[in-house]
């Protein structure tokens, strides 16, 4: 791999979202998410999300797949590590121009929740999925862009119509964790809904499907609205 300035923000970018994940920085990564993983992430959501339990509508497929989630809070991707990354390499779509504008920011992020700079607009995001999907990373994303977002962008929609399987997961009570624009969380039960498959070819069809299925499981009224 050519040497990447730092100066570079496209290329370096670019070298966030592969190396750390399909190049040759891939088991480094593995071990320093593992020791964040016992040593932060699973004592904060012990502390603060918990009880915690799971409710699944059936086996989980066991090819890489693309998990879309209702996004209320940071506490989220801590809660749904812990659940669905059980057996499976796991890549986090986090949003590129919140945490990694600051270079410190994003390779701690990358390095510790297996975050990679997911662009809210464009086809960068889509094409880093499909790549780590290639290389047998399930991917989780918030297709709402943002905490508390509303509707479903269609962004998943058009990776699902270039093969892509989608897995709806609802999560409910991490909103009271950490509501958008509080500096410390607070203890509250929390549970995730994981939903049947969707493997349609038709991107607006893909989108409406996943998000019913989310409003569904997350009892979130914003979503699945005509």
Known sequence: MATIGMDDERRRRKWLGSSLFVGRLRGAGKFGRMIMRWLVWWPIRMLFCSPLTVHHRVALPREPVVFVANHASHADTVVLLEVLARGRPLAVA?????????????????GSLGAFPFPREGSRGLRR???????????????????GGGKFRSGI?????????????????????????????????????????I???????????????????SHDPELGAA
């Open 129 to 147: 999925t499909e790549e780590l999907l290639a290389a047998g990373w399930s991917v989780l994303i918030y297709p709402q862009g943002t905490r």
């Open 157 to 197: 929609g058009r990776l699902a119509a270039a093969g892509a399987v989608l897995v709806p997961v609802g999560v409910v009570g991490t909103r009271h964790v950490l509501p958008k624009g509080a500096t410390w969380p607070r203890r509250h039960r929390v549970s995730v809904h994981i939903g049947e498959a």
């Open 199 to 217: 493997r349609v070819r038709d991107t607006q069809e893909a989108v409406r499907r996943a998000e019913q299925a989310v409003a569904e499981l």
């Open 94 to 110: 986090a949003a590129d121009d919140y945490w990694f504008k600051d270079t410190i920011k994003g390779l701690a992020l990358a």
